[in-house]
């Protein structure tokens, strides 16, 4: 709301110094109160007027800076001197060719802007131009040294391509001897597990046998000597059968052999008894 007041009251203020500029009979002082407190300033003859104009240089605002030149202009010719009428002080024609001098003068400090920006982008593209030519003698130059390069140096290209069937031969037996360590490991640990199933499986029947051995030996107390003489047979017969089936000589066939035919021998021992 304030803001439209204010331009309101610039707008009513253009229009006096625009009929006060053209010698119009009628000025609109009435048209705002900033026109109003200012009708004393532009009708007393020993008033002096002072107006401060602001433009800007941006070639994008060149509209609006003639706009406030040419306001500029017309205020100038308002001049205000001991009984002078205000149709008296200038024609039409003067202002107009002070309007018309301005918008020249905004155009030439335009030109000449456009010339200074002109000349430093000339300036800078002979910079990258010349910058461009050091760069390509530059890789002409080094094109140049790698043949000379290349013409003397057979015998290191056949040293390189030697360096690199080396280095190839070098990778592929490294290959092969990891694949063969860990070949090696595998079945390391293949016959160590296998041991170990064995060394379990021996414990197991020591243990079955020894336990059958102590039942023989209960079961023959009332037989005599000769029952004595039987168990001590069945008890040689359960040592040397665990001592086949530990012995490295077996293979595998007792290696393979299950519970059920070490009990029925055994049993049968046991009736023979």
């Not at 119009?24 to 007027?49: C, I, W």
Request: glycine share 6%.
């Amino acid at each position: 709301m304030q803001t439209a007041k204010i331009n309101q009251g610039n707008i009513a203020l253009k229009r006096v110094v625009e009929s006060i500029a053209n010698g119009d009979s009628h000025v609109p002082f009435r048209d705002s109160k900033l026109t109003m407190l200012l009708q004393d300033s532009f009708e007393d003859d020993k008033a002096k007027n002072l107006m401060v104009l602001c433009a800007s240089p941006d070639p994008e605002e060149i509209h609006k800076t003639i706009s406030t030149l040419e306001y500029g202009a017309k205020a100038k010719c308002i001049v205000r001197g001991p009984h002078t009428l205000i149709k008296d002080k200038i024609g039409t024609e003067d202002s107009s060719a002070v309007i018309l001098g301005s918008r020249i003068a905004a155009m030439d400090e335009f030109i000449l802007k456009l010339q200074r920006e002109n000349k430093l982008q000339e300036k800078e593209r002979k910079e990258a131009h010349r910058e461009l030519q050091k760069k390509e003698e530059v890789a002409a130059l080094r094109a140049k040294l790698e043949v000379m390069e290349g013409t003397g140096s057979g015998k290191k290209e056949e040293e390189i391509n030697l360096k690199v069937t080396d280095r190839e031969l070098e990778k592929k037996l490294e290959e092969c001897q990891r694949m063969e360590n860990e070949f090696v490991e595998l079945e390391r640990r293949r016959m160590e597990e296998r041991i170990l199933q064995q060394q379990q499986e021996a414990e197991m029947l020591r243990r079955r046998l020894e336990e059958i051995e102590l039942e023989l030996c209960r079961s023959g107390d009332g037989y005599g000597k000769e029952s004595g003489t039987k168990d001590h047979d069945g008890t040689q017969f359960a040592k040397r059968l665990l001592g086949i089936y530990a012995s490295d000589d077996a293979g595998g066939m007792v290696k393979s052999m299950d519970w059920t035919w070490v009990i029925e021998n055994l049993l049968l021992v046991r009736r023979n008894m």
